[in-house]
């Protein structure tokens, strides 16, 4: 298996566009999650999707931040309108089940710059 | 909060020595699990161990919990340059919750 794939690997726009991001998971597994990283708040889940259906998006910052999973092997999380604090790198992760018992396998990640 | 916190922020050490990194979290747990990730790239699992495990083992890596004292740690011996990396602690917070919540990370350098 190819892992998890993530694009746009690097992504740099404007203040007011919209960004779209996009995953693979690893086929088969149930779980994808979302994440972002920065150096001042570190890495933090974004929302978590079982199945297709998203099960907890309370990390989602605010309304500019959309999520969905139209089918178990594509997930995009969505930006509009970008703003420069969305700066950031964006993972993926998917897992076979909960992670109550299972490791999560992360993408590359998505560099984002809003200028 | 963070439910996990790494200590120390960052360490260095010349290549052959040990290195240990530490874990505190708030909540009960039914799993802790330590990732590693290299500059750039995304995390990379280690080593789970579970609540009512006491010490695990995996090549050179070697993980203690203590559930008593909400901590866990992670030994690297006989470090390597490759071993260059951050290292994250990754709880979820007991109950039925499909969620992991990531420490600070320690910053790991081993020099050559």
């Known amino acids: 298996d190819a892992g998890v794939i993530q694009s746009p690997r690097h992504e740099v726009t404007e203040m007011g566009q919209e960004v779209t991001l996009r995953c693979k998971p690893i086929?088969?597994?149930?779980?994808l999650f979302w994440y972002r990283q920065t150096m001042m708040r570190g890495l933090e889940l974004l929302i978590y999707?079982?199945?297709?259906?998203?099960?907890?998006d309370s990390g989602m910052p605010e309304d500019r931040f959309s999520a969905k999973m139209p089918n178990a092997s594509f997930s995009t999380l969505k930006i509009q309108p970008s703003e420069p604090r969305d700066s950031a790198v964006y993972f993926c992760?998917?897992?076979?089940?909960?992670?109550?018992?299972?490791?999560?396998?992360f993408g590359p990640g998505t560099r984002l710059t809003v200028t | 909060s963070q439910q996990g916190e790494e200590d120390p922020q960052a360490l260095s050490i010349q290549e052959g020595e040990n290195a240990t990194m530490n874990c505190s979290y708030k909540t009960s747990i039914n799993n802790l699990q330590w990732y590693r990730q290299n500059s750039g790239r995304g995390l990379v699992h280690l080593i789970l161990?579970?609540?009512?495990?006491r010490e695990k083992h995996s090549g050179r890596l070697r993980v203690t919990l203590d559930t008593s004292k909400k901590s866990s740690s992670l030994l690297i011996t006989a470090s390597r340059a490759a071993d260059t990396a951050s290292y994250f602690c990754a709880t979820d917070k007991g109950g039925n919750t499909d969620k992991l919540i990531f420490g600070t990370g320690t910053r790991l350098q081993v020099f050559p």
């Open positions: 086929s088969g597994h149930d779980y």
């Open positions: 161990i579970r609540s009512n495990e």
């Open positions: 992760a998917s897992s076979l089940a909960g992670p109550l018992s299972y490791e999560q396998y």
């Open positions: 999707f079982n199945n297709n259906v998203p099960i907890d």
